[in-house]
Every structure is written in C-alpha cells, then in structure tokens.
C-alpha cells in the first residue's frame, strides 16, 4: 500500500458543471500524476507536478487544470465537465531520485451526464 | 501519444500454464516497470527493473530488462486463477527533465481452471 488516496472515488456529474478530484499522498514523493483510463486507450498522462507549485502538461491535457499547494495534495480541476471527460481517473506519485518507480492511487470514476 | 507495444493484447490459458509477454519501444529505456491491474483497482506495482540484463522475480513473476534496453519481458509460472487481470509494461528515459513514464497498452490474461 503506497499511501495514496483519491476523494471522492466515484462522482456522478452534469455536463457544464466544475469537478475537482484530490490525491492526497502519506509519502512525501516529488513527483504527482493525474492519468485518465479509457478502454482502448490504455493510461494516458493529464497533468503531473514535480514539486510544490510546479506543474505541467501531459498529452491530454485540454479541459483540466491542476493545482499543488502542499507536497501531499494535488488537484485536478475539470473546469467545465464534458461527457467526453466520463472516464477512471488515477492518481499516481514518483520517488525517481534513488528508487524509480510509480505507485498508483485506488482511482476515481466520474461520470458526466 | 506514445504508448509501447504490448504483446500479446489478450491470452486465455489453463491453470498451471506459464504465460510470456513482452513489451517493446522504439526509444531506449533505463527503468522498466511491470504492473498488475484488477477490474476496479488501480494498477500495483509488481517489479521494476534498472539495469540492461537484468533479472528479476517476484513470486511466480519474472521479469527482465532487455540487453538492448528497448524491451522487457514478464513471465508467470503455473498460472493460477487470481493471475487473472490486466498487465501493464512502463519505461521511463532519464534523460534531462523527463519524469514521465511511458505505458503499454496492456495484456488482458484471462485463466480457465
């Protein structure tokens, strides 16, 4: 268990409306990771943070914004919910100084109406 | 955007069955990460390899980083039925400034008892 929690784990939304989903982290990992998982398209890279207010895009970035304030939290921020954005959201968190690899949060399903 | 070659997509096999697969890329790699998702889970971390040649097992699970750093391969001896699930590959290059990993797109093993 990588100490990692995503809130809220499933959310039922209307389109037009914001969404924000929060990973919280227990071990003080750098890096941060917000991927969304689709079938047919595997995991694919949204946003992810190196470090307290330091973030940047991943390859589907359009429609999300995310903010890290603390090392612990970062949020992903669905400012205007679409139904192309209904998918599982995962968190996921990187030491990559010293031992490289990446745990995974237990994931968020958002379904946008 | 980039995904790695994953192969097979699918297997059903028999329990008691050893199971191969492998993931390849055009670009070199110096991580590989092997990972293990359950329907409505977020994928767990199984092994993570960092040098070419590289042998390393976990249990049944057996992984190795290719010689030419541009492939690895997971083997699972003697399939039992919970080894059913989605197995993922992911390379990350440590090249400057690059903290992103790179994922295949899946192997689904389905085990018939």
């Known amino acids: 268990d990588a100490g990692i929690t995503q809130s809220p784990r499933h959310k039922v939304t209307e389109t037009g409306t914001p969404v924000t989903l929060r990973c919280h982290q227990t071990e003080n990992h750098r890096y941060m990771y917000w991927y969304r998982q689709d079938p047919g398209h595997g995991l694919r890279l949204i946003h992810y943070?190196?470090?307290?207010?330091?973030?940047d895009k991943g390859e589907v970035s359009d429609g999300y914004s995310v903010s890290r304030s603390k090392t612990e939290d970062f949020l992903l921020t669905l400012e205007s919910a679409t139904s192309s954005q209904t998918s599982v959201y995962f968190c996921?968190?990187?030491?990559?100084?010293?031992?490289?690899?990446?745990?995974f949060g237990p994931g968020t399903r958002l379904t946008v109406l | 955007g980039q995904q790695l070659n994953q192969s097979p997509q699918s297997m059903f096999i028999q329990e008691g069955e050893d199971v191969s697969m492998n993931c390849t890329s055009s670009?070199?790699?110096?991580?590989w990460l092997w990972y293990k998702q359950d329907p409505g889970e977020g994928p767990v971390l199984l092994i993570a390899l960092y040098k070419a040649g590289e042998l390393t097992s976990n249990g049944r699970l057996t992984a190795q980083f290719g010689i030419t750093r541009k492939d690895s391969f997971l083997n699972i001896s003697a399939s039992i039925p919970s080894d059913v699930g989605i197995y993922f590959c992911a390379g990350r290059r440590t090249t400057s400034g690059t903290y992103k990993y790179i994922f295949g797109t899946g192997t689904r093993l389905k085990v018939l008892a």
């Open positions: 670009s070199i790699f110096n991580t």
């Open positions: 996921a968190i990187s030491l990559i100084k010293g031992t490289d690899t990446q745990y």
């Open positions: 943070s190196y470090g307290v207010k330091d973030t």
